[in-house]
């Protein structure tokens, strides 16, 4: 899920209205923090990858459609802050809702499973390595997404806010059981490495190491971003109370959040301004 879809749960109704305009000017100003960043970072990201070696397209692909993701959850951000203005912008947000909670983790759920065969099972990986088996798994994701765009503007104008929230949270406990299988088992691939090895061996131990980091971090931003809003989520809907407040640091977490994996990915090419490569 996005932030979006925070504020499609977000109460309306408190007793303080000077409450409400607090909350409502933080609604606003994290979607416009993850507009006016996120757009242009992952605008540069999809701009590395095109304009690299065929190669590189190939083997970043999935970076390069979870960037795309990123784009229309960043413009799904400012179609959020608008509609506080004009509603006109409702029809889009929710229907755009179906990148945060379905496409953006299945392409974080992707590169996750690709790190994990490469180091489980390299002669699988070696297998499907080629582009043509990536963009087959992108344009099923994508089929899915639109899917789910269809089934969030359908189950949140028939049937409301809590229905929706049944439909996103089994996606996220899903998504996050995958990567942590992906995570364990790239660990105990590692640790199966002896102290003896050789030249060959470290290096493999190295690709190893890499790809668990990679699952690590993906792993961990998955965590920040979908674990408070599933829990903030599921008390709102076992308590049928809607409170503004408990879903206001899940939006922080995820928007936050939600700029880990581009500085990652700039910085280990070496194009993050703040850090210098290893």
Same mark, same amino acid.
């Given at each position: 899920m996005h932030n979006s879809t925070v504020n499609i749960t977000t109460p309306e109704a408190s007793s303080n209205s000077t409450s409400i305009g607090i909350m409502q000017s933080l609604d606003i100003a994290m979607y416009l923090i993850n507009f006016v960043f996120g757009l242009p970072i992952h605008s540069y *990201?999809?701009? /590395? *990858?095109?304009?690299?070696? !065929? &190669? !590189?397209?190939? &083997?970043? $692909? $999935?970076? /390069?459609?979870l960037s795309l993701t990123e784009i229309v959850v960043s413009l799904n951000c400012l179609f959020f802050a608008l509609t506080y203005w004009f509603s006109s912008f409702l029809i889009l947000r929710i229907f755009f809702i179906g990148f945060s909670i379905t496409a953006r983790p299945l392409f974080q759920c992707l590169m996750c499973v690709e790190r994990y065969l490469a180091v489980v099972h390299p002669v699988t990986f070696l297998k499907y390595k080629p582009l043509r088996y990536r963009a087959f798994c992108c344009v099923v994701t994508w089929i899915i997404t639109l899917g789910s765009c269809l089934c969030c503007n359908f189950i949140l104008t028939s049937f409301g806010i809590y229905a929706h929230a049944w439909f996103y949270m089994p996606q996220f406990i899903l998504y996050l059981s995958i990567q942590l299988f992906c995570l364990v088992a790239v660990l105990r691939a590692l640790k199966q490495s002896g102290p003896g090895e050789r030249k060959r061996e470290k290096e493999e131990n190295h690709m190893k190491r890499k790809a668990f980091n990679i699952i690590l971090l993906t792993t961990v931003n998955m965590v920040i971003l979908y674990v408070p809003i599933t829990v903030s989520a599921l008390f709102n809907n076992l308590t049928q109370l809607n409170i503004q407040e408990v879903w206001l640091p899940a939006l922080i977490c995820y928007v936050l959040a939600s700029f880990l994996q581009p500085v990652l990915y700039l910085h280990r090419n070496g194009k993050c301004l703040c850090f210098h490569p290893p």
């Open positions: *990201i999809i701009w /590395l *990858i095109v304009t690299g070696t !065929r &190669s !590189r397209v190939a &083997s970043e $692909f $999935f970076v /390069l459609n």
